[in-house]
């Protein structure tokens, strides 16, 4: 099956820095990938839509200077939280998608628990 | 954003229950997705259905595209204990983000 990895899985980090998450599609490429965002006990919120070798899409209300996502390859994005405050501690998850005729799929990576001081 | 409509919100059941949830739209949809999630993990795929009508299996659980393309349900049979997460349903057209309802959070009683 589709597996993708995530990176680092946990991070604690003290306020005012900036952390970076990789997202990678291990036995698949992937020219778009996906950053959401979850809260406690809720479903998921997309953040942005990264495309391969172009710019990301974010949704409303999402800042992106606050939330860099680069995708310089097929199989690698990476979302890096700039300035981090303690409103930004969340789990953060980045799916890949997978699509073949009319069929699609995507896959999800294991999450990456921001905790921020 | 816009968010599938999925009942019920959570279960109480005993080991050996059968289990059953649904997701309903205002819109139609290509593909619906149906997924796990255990705590602290993202979430994992464990159905796709592509055509309307369409009944699929995978090992106990058993979910249908709804005829209209609105709907769709998921089934486990005769759960166990690690059944127990969080259950998402999530629809997608062509071109189109996958749109997510809010979770069924089952328990399963031994």
């Known amino acids: 099956g589709a597996v993708v990895s995530q990176h680092p899985s946990w991070v604690i980090c003290k306020s005012g820095t900036s952390v970076k998450i990789e997202c990678r599609s291990l036995d698949f490429q992937a020219t778009t990938m996906f950053w959401y965002r979850q809260f406690p006990k809720q479903s998921l919120m997309l953040m942005a839509t990264s495309n391969e070798g172009s710019k990301a899409t974010y949704e409303q209300g999402v800042e992106k200077d606050k939330f860099l996502i680069n995708h310089a390859s097929l199989t690698l994005s990476t979302l890096t939280v700039t300035s981090a405050h303690p409103e930004d501690s969340s789990f953060y998850i980045c799916?890949?998608?997978?699509?073949?005729?009319?069929?699609?799929?995507?896959?999800f990576g294991p999450g990456t628990r921001l905790t921020v001081l | 954003g816009q968010q599938l409509n999925q009942s019920p919100q959570s279960m109480f059941i005993q080991e050996g229950e059968d289990v059953s949830m649904n997701c309903t739209s205002s819109?139609?949809?290509?593909?619906w997705l149906w997924y796990k999630q255990d705590p602290g993990e993202g979430p994992v795929l464990l159905i796709a259905?592509?055509?309307?009508?369409e009944l699929t299996s995978n090992g106990r659980l058993t979910a249908q595209f709804g005829i209209t393309r609105k709907d769709s349900f998921l089934n486990i049979s005769a759960s166990i204990p690690s059944d127990v997460g969080i259950y998402f349903c999530a629809g997608h057209r062509q071109g189109g983000k996958l749109i997510f309802g809010q979770g069924t959070e089952l328990s399963v009683k031994p």
């Open positions: 259905l592509y055509k309307a009508g």
């Open positions: 799916s890949a998608g997978l699509a073949g005729g009319l069929r699609y799929e995507q896959f």
């Open positions: 819109s139609i949809f290509n593909t």
